[in-house]
């Protein structure tokens, strides 16, 4: 698979007849791997590793309802109350991020109600707070520490 714009992380792949496959450290199996998969791996592992979410906090393919639609959210990430606080959007690294792909990811937060939204295809990733009080939002240089955006303290 393609080399990300992310530090390389060891993923557990094998081969089940025709088909690649690797292992969710969250969904505790194997899937599909598919560029989009590789994506996702790759940017969980970062966001355990690097940005200290702890992985018992952690959603994949989250099902959700919004309005009468049920929508699936790569990523959801929780506070310790059980409150989502991120949600993210993984895209196959030929992907470009445009228009589309926020108001996908901000589709699922009518939902939600998060204060981050992620979109990442693994060579670029974009994360911007909302601000509901001022029905606006501001992109962030980086993707915020678990610690620094959560209520744990």
């Given at each position: 698979m393609q080399q990300l714009n992310l530090p390389i992380y060891r993923q557990k792949t094998k081969i089940d007849g025709d088909k690649k496959l690797i292992f969710d450290i969250i969904r505790k199996k194997y899937v599909a791997l598919t560029p989009e998969e590789w994506v996702r791996q790759n940017f969980i592992h970062y966001l355990i590793n690097e940005r200290n979410y702890?992985?018992?906090?952690?959603?994949?393919e989250m099902t959700l309802k919004v309005n009468t639609v049920t929508k699936r959210c790569d990523i959801a990430l929780f506070d310790n109350t059980g409150n989502p606080i991120v949600i993210v959007e993984c895209k196959a690294t030929d992907v470009k991020i445009n228009q589309k792909t926020f108001e996908q990811i901000a589709n699922y937060n009518i939902k939600l109600r998060v204060d981050y939204l992620i979109v990442?295809?693994?060579i670029d990733h974009y994360c911007c707070k909302i601000d509901y009080e001022s029905n606006s939002f501001r992109f962030l240089?980086?993707?915020p520490y678990y610690k620094k955006i959560s209520t744990m303290d």
């Open positions: 702890p992985a018992s906090l952690i959603a994949v990442t295809n693994g240089k980086d993707i």
